[in-house]
């Protein structure tokens, strides 16, 4: 069974610009979360998703933002980018965060913002 | 607030040396706790899903306990490939993990 992939793997961008990234969760999960990782903040939570509806958010701004399709694939968005929103950029699946909450997670997305 | 805390942050080891990584958590109503490695440059990899205190899971050189307050990571005869970042991360109920700072374990051959 694939795992969890993401795309892009790398990205640079300049402040004030905005980026998309992109996941593909294992097939059959249908609960994809973000995570945002960096060295002073280790992993931090910014939502998850079931059935195309955000099921929870974490303490992000608004500039952040997601959403899920039908097929249980997901995005987000991140808009005006700052220094700061230099990161690793995970993403998890699970067959449903609340049945189960094991998560598998891709092999991250690392933005560069300059 | 959900805090998970683990010690020590970094430790070294000689191949062989066994030893144990420490998670402490406070949560009220834990659901998980969860143990994951993580290589530099990529995502975190799923090790252990533990439910209750007492419980116990093995995986090779790897163990995971769970106490009401602690997790423990026992590392028995590791070898140079064990060498990576171990996060802790409990699940409380709301649809997400709450992680730890990790701890960077480096196993000298």
């Known amino acids: 069974k694939a795992g969890v992939t993401q795309t892009p793997r790398y990205l640079i961008k300049t402040r004030g610009q905005q980026v998309t990234l992109s996941c593909s969760p294992i097939?059959?999960?249908?609960?994809v979360s973000w995570y945002q990782q960096t060295p002073g903040q280790g992993l931090q939570f910014l939502f998850e998703y079931f059935s195309e509806t955000q099921r929870n958010k974490g303490n992000f701004p608004g500039r952040f933002s997601g959403r899920q399709f039908s097929n249980s694939r997901s995005e987000m968005n991140v808009s005006t980018l700052e220094l700061g929103d230099s990161a690793l950029y995970l993403c998890a699946s699970s067959l449903d965060f609340r049945a189960g909450p094991t998560q598998y997670f891709g092999p991250g997305t690392r933005l560069t913002v300059l | 607030e959900d805090q998970v805390t683990q010690s020590p942050e970094a430790l070294r080891l000689q191949e062989g040396e066994s030893s144990s990584l420490n998670c402490s958590y406070t949560v009220s109503g834990l659901r998980g706790l969860f143990w994951y490695r993580q290589d530099p440059g990529k995502g975190p990899e799923f090790l252990f899903t533990?439910?209750?205190a007492g419980e116990e899971k093995e995986k090779e050189r790897l163990k995971a306990t769970l106490t009401k307050k602690e997790s423990f990571l026992h590392i028995t005869a590791p070898k140079p490939e064990d060498s990576a970042t171990y996060l802790c991360?409990?699940?409380?109920?709301?649809?997400?993990?709450?992680f730890g700072q990790g701890t960077r374990l480096t196993i000298n051959p």
């Open positions: 097939s059959g999960h249908r609960s």
């Open positions: 991360a409990v699940h409380r109920g709301a649809q997400k993990l709450v």
């Open positions: 533990l439910y209750s």
